[in-house]
């Protein structure tokens, strides 16, 4: 386990600045040696059929990709596997609740921070803007899977390849000169799109009205503080609970949201998707509607969300999500029915974005040009912002 203690200090800006400079060793290493030999496209037709645990490594497989490959293989020592299975139900239990979350706060919450809605923009498919939240629910579904770290899991390898596609993203912003700053896909960064996939979810599953315990809520930040260390975060820098990851979360957001072109786009982008995944066009306006209510009318403005008379209907969404908690309440049939019909629900969505196809993390050889960037009683409730940052 971390060390509880590895939080003090972690909210001072002179720290996170720290930060800032910082990227991910190992990762950037690797994808380094792999460009100097000129091994990026062999690398990458090899990782094609490299998708799960416990899968031999392939032959001819480039030194410096072995090595990391085999570095990365395993998850921490210090995972608590009994809190693991505790979020993994928590998934069962909530994972429609969860992908809305994910869909429509998670991500608007990335794209009010400027800087990261230029740096998406820099690497997000125009022609599939699909392809970034199909990346993230099924990366999200293999992290939930029972045997997620175990031979046959496929989240460990998607999380490598991950890991080396953002190590390509840093080199090819730094060499051709297209980031303002030192690091791109920082520390600081990284830590923070960790908070946007976990407290950014609660606080969006809270303001549904969904019903969650402390308890789930904490295995929950668990699992991605996990995740937060397999991707490349450092250890000792990732908040150690969720009162930790809630102080580095408002700070994070303080120092550096606000409106851009950017995230307006992103975001006109995300509901023009999900408004073609709703059949025909009459439910339509609740699309940026459920965006507004969960993000808040400030973020909002700034992404340029549409406004619409959805605006007040989509806030009875706790009282009717409340309808049905009491159904599933009546029993274990009725969870049981509920959680299969959640369950049909994600992957239906899933399926959707992802147009029957398993997303492979490749590390890019270039940056296109038109990727360019422009200039209960137990229930969880969320503490207050921090006013006094």
């Known amino acids: 386990m971390l060390d509880s203690t590895a939080s003090t200090g972690q909210n001072t800006g002179a720290y996170m600045d720290a930060l800032r400079l910082k990227g991910d060793e190992l990762a950037d290493a690797t994808v380094e040696a792999l460009f100097t030999d000129g091994q990026v496209g062999r690398f990458n037709t090899l990782m094609r059929w490299f998708t799960t645990s416990g899968q031999p490594l392939p032959e001819d497989l480039p030194p410096a990709a072995r090595d990391y490959l085999e570095a990365t293989a395993t998850p921490p020592e210090w995972v608590d596997w009994a809190i693991m299975e505790q979020a993994r139900q928590f998934f069962i239990d909530n994972d429609v609740h969860i992908s809305t979350a994910l869909s429509f706060a998670a991500m608007p919450a990335c794209y009010v921070i400027p800087h990261v809605a230029r740096l998406l923009s820099a690497t997000h498919s125009l022609a599939y803007p699909a392809r970034r939240m199909a990346e993230t629910g099924q990366f999200t579904v293999y992290l939930m899977q029972p045997q997620a770290f175990e031979a046959g899991g496929r989240f460990l390898p998607a999380a490598q390849k991950v890991r080396l596609l953002h190590a390509s993203i840093r080199r090819h912003l730094s060499q051709e000169g297209l980031w303002p700053e030192p690091v791109a896909i920082c520390q600081e960064d990284m830590l923070g799109g960790l908070m946007m996939f976990s407290i950014q979810v609660l606080d969006a599953l809270h303001r549904l009205g969904i019903r969650i315990t402390s308890q789930g809520a904490e295995a929950y930040y668990y699992a991605w503080r996990v995740v937060g260390a397999i991707l490349g975060c450092d250890p000792a820098t990732i908040p150690a609970d969720l009162q930790a990851a809630r102080e580095f979360s408002d700070r994070y957001m303080l120092r550096h949201m606000g409106p851009s072109p950017e995230g307006a786009d ?75 019909l959640g369950r049909l629900v994600t992957a239906l969505e899933l399926s959707s974005l992802t147009r029957g196809r398993v997303m492979h993390y490749a590390i890019p050889q270039e940056l296109k040009p038109d990727y360019g960037i422009p200039t209960p009683a137990n229930r969880w409730t969320p503490p207050p912002p921090i006013n006094d940052l």
């Open 266 to 340: 992103l975001t006109r982008q995300l509901i023009d998707m999900y408004e073609q995944v709703v059949p025909g066009t009459l439910l339509d306006p609740i699309v940026p509607a459920l965006v507004r209510f969960l993000i808040g009318d400030t973020s909002a403005d700034w992404l340029q969300v549409p406004r619409s008379r959805w605006d007040i209907l989509v806030k009875t969404a706790p009282a009717l999500l409340g309808v049905l908690e009491r159904f599933e309440d009546r029993g274990p049939w009725a969870a049981q029915m509920s959680d299969r």
